[in-house]
């Protein structure tokens, strides 16, 4: 049985996956409600409210949205395509020893052949239609990137407060560190600065020092499709964003002034260490444990679950509709 103190959650984030039903509301999680239920599972939405109270509980599980998510943001009513799930922690706590650690950790991905061409498949499509976790930005390079005649380089600043910075170890640096180093490390190169969208609104602040950006590298204000903002660059400097992940299953050079769930295993320079994080993989191999093993995947427009490929398919032709 699963009990959650998140109606949200009950009603639209896991109504649609049938492993966790029956899913019960309740106000609050009771320690003698696992004793009366010995199989009961606490969800929560990740290191919000209802997840740190599942965390207080024998066993519990943390869910949040996937890495391809929808086809525009959820607070303007896209539904969602995907969730992860994790028994240990959240994806992007670098201090836990979560689930897709495990799995990075310990997965026999070179005996599992029919996953890592799933995987070389998925990033093809991903490639092809430009596929990122939201999927309606606009599909037209910046001028300034387009007119850039020298080697690229880009900062993605992510939001000031994000739970990802918090347990990614982004704040162990000043918010000038990542864009002095890129100034220091790429002299002669044309440095870009990507700007998170509701830091342009005004509503949210900045992770990194946008005044000081302004005085030394190009910013760029324009919502582009992350895909295809990135294949026009050689080297990516992030914190914890996805986009870093994204650089580098294309191929890309990537810096991290973070800890996310990609770092540590080889396929990113990384200005942290994290002992826990043992071997060496390959950008495919982290993407499969990611995109594939870690992930779970719905049809929100034809009802059912489904894989990730159908998940590309039925965004690229819902997306048409849209934009």
Known sequence: MYYSTSIRLIQRRAKNYKKYHPLIYIPNFSKKLALLDKNAIFLGWGYKKSGIEAMQMPKYLLLEDGFIRSIGLGVQGYPAFSIVEDENGMHYDAFKNTTIQQILNEYDFKNDEK????????IELIKKYKISKYNINEMKLPNIVKN???EKVLIIAQTAGDN???YGRAYEFKPKDIIISALEENPGKDIFVKIHPDVLTGKRKSSIDIDLAKKYCKVLT????????????DKVYTQT???GFEAAFLGKEVVTFG???????GITKDKLQNTERKRKLTPLEVFAAAYILYSKYYNPYEKRECDIIETIEEIVKRRKEYV
């Open 115 to 122: 996953l890592l061409s799933l995987a070389k498949d998925t």
């Open 222 to 233: 324009q919502n582009t499709n992350p895909i295809l903002l990135l294949e026009e660059f």
């Open 259 to 265: 800890m996310p769930f990609y770092a540590g295993w």
């Open 241 to 243: 964003s996805q986009m």
């Open 164 to 166: 990802s910075l918090k």
């Open 148 to 150: 850039s005649k020298k």
